[in-house]
T-cell receptor, first 118, second 115 residues
Framework: GAVVSQHPSRVICKSGTSVKIECRSL??????MFWYRQFPKKSLMLMAT?????????EQGVEKDKFLINHASLTLSTLTVTSAHPEDSSFYIC??????????????FGNGTRLTVT | DQQVKQNSPSLSVQEGRISILNCDYT??????FLWYKKYPAEGPTFLIS?????DKNEDGRFTVFLNKSAKHLSLHIVPSQPGDSAVYFC??????????????FGEGTQLTVNP
């Protein structure tokens, strides 16, 4: 079964509004979660690393004020797309790894959120 | 700069035949490679992985081959089944990156297995 839950699966919003996406680890406590973005027919691009209790680490070119990440607990990270624009429309996916698993154990991904900004 | 490349956006095979998905990389600091499978509107699910110290890893119908000198890996699925139809992503992790994090993904290959 799913070990990482993401909500909502789909959201449509108007330009200028903000949208919050939640990512929860179900079976383990994740001190670190990762947010990816996928453009149509493109690879998944890492946006940021969410760290529990501290600031997120953003990849080069990702606007931290645009994509707010909060990792307030060991099982929940949120990504808020602020003042959304149509170009923010994309598929956003979170992932996490059970820290108790082995070194090279794979990431578990959520089911993603399809954001459409009109 | 696309460090992990999957040059074939799509592949179509007949049920029961072998599917071969290819992946090339440019960064010699990658030391661990993974294949993920993704259905529409879902997140990727882990399929199989290989460490750079190996050249082959097998798990049931899935085998991953790694050719370090050519910076090339491939995923073999045999026999292919219609349920294997999905997008397959190749991903790589660099030396020093902890525990499967910060993966670099290829663009994906859409595999269609025809009954």
């Amino acid at each position: 079964g799913a070990v990482v839950s993401q909500h909502p699966s789909r959201v449509i919003c108007k330009s200028g509004t903000s949208v919050k996406i939640e990512c929860r680890s179900l079976d383990f406590q994740a001190t670190t979660m990762f947010w990816y973005r996928q453009f149509p027919k493109k690879s998944l691009m890492l946006m940021a690393t969410s760290n529990e209790g501290s600031k997120a680490t953003y990849e080069q070119g990702v606007e931290k004020d645009k994509f707010l990440i909060n990792h307030a607990s060991l099982t929940l990270s949120t990504l808020t797309v602020t003042s959304a624009h149509p170009e923010d429309s994309s598929f956003y996916i979170c992932s996490a790894r059970d820290p108790k698993s082995s070194y090279n154990s794979p990431l578990h991904f959520g089911n993603g959120t399809r954001l459409t900004v009109t | 700069d696309q460090q992990v490349k999957q040059n074939s956006p799509s592949l179509s095979v007949q049920e029961g035949r072998i599917s071969i998905l290819n992946c090339d990389y440019t960064n010699s600091m990658f030391d661990y490679f993974l294949w993920y499978k993704k259905y529409p509107a879902e997140g990727p699910t882990f399929l199989i992985s290989i460490s750079s110290i190996k050249d082959k890893n097998e798990d049931g119908r899935f085998t991953v081959f790694l050719n370090k000198s050519a910076k090339h890996l491939s995923l073999h699925i045999v026999p292919s089944q219609p349920g294997d139809s999905a997008v397959y992503f190749c991903a790589a992790k660099g030396v020093g990156e902890t525990s499967g994090s910060r993966l670099t993904f290829g663009e994906g290959t859409q595999l269609t297995v025809n009954p």
